[in-house]
């Protein structure tokens, strides 16, 4: 028997892989309630809702029915077809089944469109803040990163000049996000457009993620896909997870040129196999069953960012654009002088309310702090109260 460990050396790329804080961050606030203090979890990014019962049937029916093996790595035909289907209406763009990769949620869409696009060196264009695996991922597989910076005064739009400056012959994608995590922006019809218009006829291909697109309080959802001429040059991400409040049953999806979509499903047998058999049969029913939930959910979302921004507008330091969708609010809190991973530590240790430092969304996030609203009535206002506590005692 050796008498020491072996050294734990691990491959360089491990030093570039980033992270996503929610997770970190609900482990601290778990380990402050397990020694008796209460908390009011704002930090991670799940409808608090239950999957919708028709779907839980769906899916146990199919495992009693024996969906419990292996299954094409790109998807259950019935599922490509629905998803091809409703992506046609939704989008406005002929989709068919071949254009579709199922995978087991929407950030392996993320990992391997970017694995499959990007060689070392390449640049790619993300939104900053934004979702933090788009930066992990990029600077993981060994391109380049280049930020956009999504302007509070612009609505959290990206402006559409700065695009075009960031764009040069090494841009080989750009990452879009709308309905925008954190910052719950939205692009419009006109921003779409200019968008195309700023990438020209380039060799570039766009990931957009339109997790949110079903999460929508005001204005339209607007994709790149639905332009003319742009469907092969669009990987769509979009999913379950947060439409029908499926996070724990990693099941989500891209949508884009038929070629394309077997690389990610060789990705697909080389990591995964294929997405869970049973899931996919509930995803179906998700997609072709009643709808009603999907509105509800949205409705209710509605009520607490409109409560949440009542609300925080009125607490010292802190002031609050209204989202136009998705379920997080991104204060701006410039004012109360505290750096965002400073207040966001001191309001979970002294207020007990978890919520995430902008910074967990990038360079750009400073002077923000993130709070997801996928939480009851009762205890958004039970953090607010606390939050305004906090801030008239120590501001
Ligand atoms: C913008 C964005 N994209 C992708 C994802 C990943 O979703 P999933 O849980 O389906 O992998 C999330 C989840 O928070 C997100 O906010």
Not at 195 to 224: K, T
Not at 372 to 389: F, P, T, W
């Amino acid at each position: 028997m050796r008498a020491t460990q072996t050294e734990l050396r691990l491959a360089r790329r491990m030093s570039r892989l980033g992270t996503e804080t929610a997770f970190e961050v609900l482990v601290k606030a778990r380990a402050l309630e397990a020694k008796g203090r209460d908390i009011v979890h704002l930090e991670i990014g799940e409808p608090d809702f239950d999957t919708p019962s028709n779907i839980i049937e769906a899916g146990a029916n199919a495992m009693r029915k024996g969906w419990t093996h292996y299954g094409p790595s790109a998807g259950l035909p019935a599922l490509r077809e629905a998803i091809a289907e409703d992506v046609s209406k939704s989008r406005r763009v002929k989709v068919t089944a071949d254009e579709v990769a199922v995978v087991p949620g929407g950030k392996p869409i993320i990992f391997f469109g970017i694995m499959a696009l990007v060689e070392e060196g390449d640049e790619v264009i993300y939104p900053n803040p934004g979702f933090p695996i788009y930066e992990s991922m990029i600077n993981f597989l060994g391109a380049k990163a280049v930020p956009i910076q999504l302007r509070e005064d612009m609505d959290f739009r990206l402006d559409v000049n700065e695009l075009k400056a960031l764009i040069n012959d090494r841009t080989k994608l750009i990452i879009l996000n709308s309905p925008q995590n954190p910052t719950g922006g939205m692009l419009t019809k006109d921003d779409v457009a200019d968008i195309a218009d700023a990438i020209g006829d380039r060799d570039i291909f766009v990931l957009s993620d339109e997790i949110y697109s079903r999460l929508i309080f005001e204005g339209e959802h607007h994709s790149l896909m639905s332009l003319d001429g742009w469907k092969d040059r669009v990987i769509l991400l979009d999913g379950f997870s947060k439409t029908y409040a499926m996070t724990g049953w990693r099941l989500g999806y891209g949508v884009m040129r038929a070629d394309l979509a077997t690389h990610i499903s060789r990705l697909m047998t080389n990591s995964n196999s294929c997405t869970a058999s049973f899931t996919q049969v509930a995803g179906v029913e998700g997609i072709r069953g009643d709808q009603s939930s999907v509105a509800r959910m949205c409705q209710e979302f509605k009520r607490r960012r409109d409560l949440f921004y009542e609300r925080i507008n009125k607490i010292k330091g802190f002031s609050c654009k209204k989202p136009k969708g998705a379920f997080y609010m991104f204060p701006n809190i410039t004012k109360t002088g505290w750096p965002s991973k400073k207040l966001a530590d001191a309001l979970l240790d002294d207020a007990g309310v978890a919520a995430l430092s902008g910074t967990a969304f990038g360079a750009f996030g400073e002077g923000y702090l993130r709070f997801s609203v996928a939480n009851s009535i009762e205890n958004l206002n039970k953090a607010l109260d606390r939050v305004e506590q906090w801030a008239n005692k120590n501001l």
